[in-house]
């Protein structure tokens, strides 16, 4: 049996008295989908840089494909141990961000092929190639010589998307990939995310849409202070909730 992408056991975070994260477990197994949902201060977005090792847990293991990552120190001093296995991990677990985090001074095309070259080493003739594939996949191919500020918002997440599938990683990780964006400019970027999951790309997304979520998602998961409340396949999740907190989420969420 093929180990999980990720999996996370146990995970707890904390930043000084501040517990964001008791005690939470996750599973992404290859080809699924896996978002993680719940009202802002839930620990969703730590949750997922935990899982990309941007931020140090103090308690809990992380997982991937099946290895776990080695610890040194103890409860806050505690860092990733290995760092070959750091930088690995952090190459194949592709994070796309809220607010897109591109180059100004560089040209879409070299926003995307940058990260091949300077960290897996990639000829530069290959990774343009590469960076142009998927710039035409996610559906600005027009847009390679234009900078980020001359692109909506929309294209700047699409050009992000383009960048961490160029590192061609295990898994992708989204932080409220949406969440920056007019509703229009929003559906862009839903249309991708959408045919990234009808590909069989391993996800782990954190949204606030919850159509999103149930559209691409093979499992969701509903977290509230710090802990896991609820979780499940989208179609027991969301037309079936069973706890309160996650029926005043989903209620809220519609309202709004």
């Known amino acids: 049996m093929t180990a999980p992408?990720?999996?996370?056991?146990?995970?707890?975070?904390?930043?000084?008295?501040?517990?964001?994260?008791?005690?939470?477990d996750i599973t992404a197994p290859a080809g699924n989908v896996v978002s993680l949902i719940g009202s802002s201060g839930s620990g969703k977005s730590t949750l997922l840089r935990c899982a990309n090792l941007l931020e140090n847990s103090q308690r809990g293991d992380v997982l991937f494909c099946g290895e776990p990552v080695t610890w040194k120190g103890k409860g806050d001093g505690r860092r990733p141990g290995d760092h070959a296995q750091m930088i690995r991990i952090r190459t194949n677990l592709s994070m796309v961000f809220q607010q897109f985090n591109l180059w100004a001074h560089m040209t879409i095309?070299?926003?995307?092929?940058?990260?091949?070259?300077?960290?897996?080493?990639?000829?530069?003739?290959?990774?343009?190639d590469a960076a142009r594939g998927y710039l035409e996949k996610v559906g600005i191919g027009d847009k390679c010589d234009a900078y980020p500020a001359m692109l909506s918002g929309g294209q700047q997440q699409r050009a992000a998307i383009a960048r961490a599938l160029c590192m061609e990683p295990k898994a992708l990780l989204f932080d409220e990939p949406t969440s920056a964006l007019d509703p229009e400019l929003e559906q862009e970027v839903v249309r991708v995310i959408k045919g990234l999951a009808e590909e069989g790309r391993t996800m782990l997304i954190v949204t606030h849409d919850m159509r999103l979520a149930a559209d691409v998602s093979?499992?969701?998961?509903?977290?509230?202070?710090?802990?896991?409340?609820?979780?499940?396949?989208?179609?027991?999740?969301?037309?079936?909730?069973?706890?309160?907190?996650?029926?005043g989420f989903l209620s809220a969420t519609v309202a709004a």
Not at 109 to 128: G, H, I, S, W
Not at 222 to 228: E, N, S, T, V
Request: negative net charge.
């Open 5 to 24: 992408v990720i999996e996370i056991r146990d995970l707890h975070k904390a930043y000084g008295p501040l517990e964001v994260l008791k005690g939470v």
């Open 109 to 128: 095309l070299q926003n995307v092929m940058e990260a091949p070259v300077t960290v897996l080493k990639r000829d530069r003739a290959q990774a343009e």
């Open 218 to 247: 093979d499992h969701v998961v509903f977290l509230h202070q710090g802990r896991i409340e609820e979780e499940g396949v989208p179609g027991a999740l969301f037309g079936n909730p069973q706890t309160e907190r996650l029926r």
